[in-house]
DNA sequence: ATTTGCATTAACCAAATGGTTAGATCATAT
DNA sequence: ATATGATCTAACCATTTGGTTAATGCAAAT
């Protein structure tokens, strides 16, 4: 099965711009990875910006919104909490580089963001507001949880060079940690509920 | 007062690098910061690679050592935590861009960390093991509970672009949002002291 | 077989960029 | 006053980079 010139290109634009940032990355160096000639790439995506961009918002994109799907109405908060948590860390395990990039490259381009949905994070505050006039969590802003749960799962993948340096830990041993976070989020968010 | 050139030059590349990343400054933008001749740059600091690593190894050092000062000993640990978090949060909120440069910088550029001293972390987890030991806190693995604090405090401020756009929050809005931050930063903490 | 239009390539281009250099300026010591 | 060494400037340079173009290949339609 052969991958259509297309295809090539924004899968090793994809790498090359995760990798280096957008003013890093070469379009020779996506040129080479896709195999193919420098020319090519003008000629479907007119100019590195245009292709940044679209690489950019499909990256975002496919961050968002995995995660709501997996929630069912009917489970307790908790579990609700542990479907968010498991799902960004998994995610993340599988592409550690990812939030630093979009985090860099949304600062340096907020317009971008526009045509983003918030049904993500409405839904998930919802949830959050729901389960407080139940009784079944602590009171609590649902807007800064859903932030500092998002910061607990985000933060040592952004941070990983600076953390894994200051913890002594080998990247074999950050991995672990790594493995190990799923659980110690839960112990934090399991004291919020009653 | 007049600022010496070099000093001139240390402000001026400190505002670029952090607003641009490396990648996307520019030594002329510098310059014209500076308000000085672009070969004085490398007159003073040889390369751009040069100034750049003097400017992230100086802002990394500012950005981890306030803290330890402002702990005592005879703090409960629910006092410390206070403190950790408010100074981080001051920082911040003074410095928002700042994070963000720090961790991009550092991901590809991990070699500067060697030189950076771990006294820091290590004796904020000793005073979150002495706790543990104590009965005041409950038991949490000491270096997830330190990490899940910094991306708690960080988090916001590497993630303004999004988070604002994606709570619908307008800047004015987003500040006041961190300003009230460290209340609820708090009061996740709280749970865990018995 | 010829036309047609998309896909591809190699060569090329102008602008930008980090860096250099030869000479000017200026303060200080002699 | 003059020599000296540091500081500064304008012009310049080689290389890199995003982007273009003219020519070619090639498959499908006529």
Redesign the interface.
């Known amino acids: 099965m052969e991958t259509s010139t297309e295809e090539k290109i924004i899968q090793a634009a994809e790498k090359v711009f995760v990798r280096?940032?957008?003013?890093?990355a070469r379009m020779q160096s996506i040129a080479d990875e896709a195999e193919i000639n420098k020319a090519m790439l003008h000629y479907y995506f007119r100019s590195k910006e245009k292709l940044f961009q679209q690489i950019l918002t499909g990256k975002?994109k496919a961050f968002l919104p995995t995660i709501l799907g997996i929630i069912q109405a009917e489970m307790t908060i908790l579990q609700k909490f542990e479907a968010v948590v498991d799902g960004y860390l998994k995610m993340l395990s599988e592409n550690p580089?990812l939030p630093?990039f979009?985090?860099?490259s949304?600062?340096?381009n907020?317009v971008i963001?526009?045509q983003?949905p918030?049904e993500?994070?409405h839904g998930l505050i919802g949830f959050i507001k729901k389960a407080i006039r139940n009784g079944e969590l602590?009171k609590?802003?649902p807007?800064?949880?859903l932030?500092?749960m998002?910061?607990?799962?985000?933060?040592?993948y952004?941070?990983?060079?600076?953390?894994s340096?200051?913890?002594?830990k080998s990247d074999d041993e950050y991995l672990l940690?790594l493995r190990?976070?799923k659980k110690?989020?839960m112990?934090?968010l399991k004291?919020?509920v009653n």
Do not use: Q
Request: charged share 25%.
């Open positions: 280096d940032g957008y003013d890093g975002i580089r630093i979009i985090l860099f949304t600062y340096r907020p963001l526009e983003l918030r993500v994070f602590k609590v802003d807007e800064h949880l932030v500092s998002m910061g607990m799962c985000v933060f040592p952004v941070a990983k060079p600076i953390a340096h200051m913890l002594g940690f190990n976070r110690e989020i112990t934090l004291e919020l």
